[in-house]
């Protein structure tokens, strides 16, 4: 079993910056593409961003630029740079960690918080 505790989260004042982390655990003998996805309420979850194993990128439209992915293989941890926060950024952020021969993980979610 692969287990994953995100941290980061909270309330920031619109124009503020927080940095999301997501640790894995578990058995875990590779790690291929971490990502960040978030759900606002009466919306479905959506992709925020997503790096893969040799580094690549991808974000979503209305982050680009604001939100920066990264990850410390050495410590089976991903992170989630935003700045420039919006209201409209405000949302559960949940972290997936695809690992060993392609099963994938999900995070319970940590919550983040912009007021305007």
């Known amino acids: 079993q692969v287990q994953l505790v995100e941290s980061g989260g909270g309330l920031v004042q619109a124009g503020g910056s927080l940095r999301l982390s997501c640790a894995a655990s578990?058995?875990?003998?590779?790690?291929?593409?971490m990502g960040w996805y978030r759900q606002a309420p009466g919306n479905t979850r959506e992709l925020v961003a997503v790096?893969?194993?040799?580094?690549?990128?991808n974000y979503a439209d209305s982050v680009k630029g604001r939100f920066t992915i990264s990850r410390e293989d050495a410590k089976n941890t991903v992170y989630l740079q935003m700045n420039s926060l919006k209201p409209a950024d405000t949302a559960v952020y949940y972290c997936?960690?695809?690992?060993?021969?392609?099963?994938?993980?999900w995070g319970k979610g940590t919550l983040v918080t912009v007021s305007s």
């Open positions: 790096i893969s194993s040799d580094d690549n990128t």
């Open positions: 997936n960690v695809n690992v060993n021969y392609g099963k994938s993980y």
């Open positions: 578990g058995s875990i003998f590779r790690i291929n593409a």
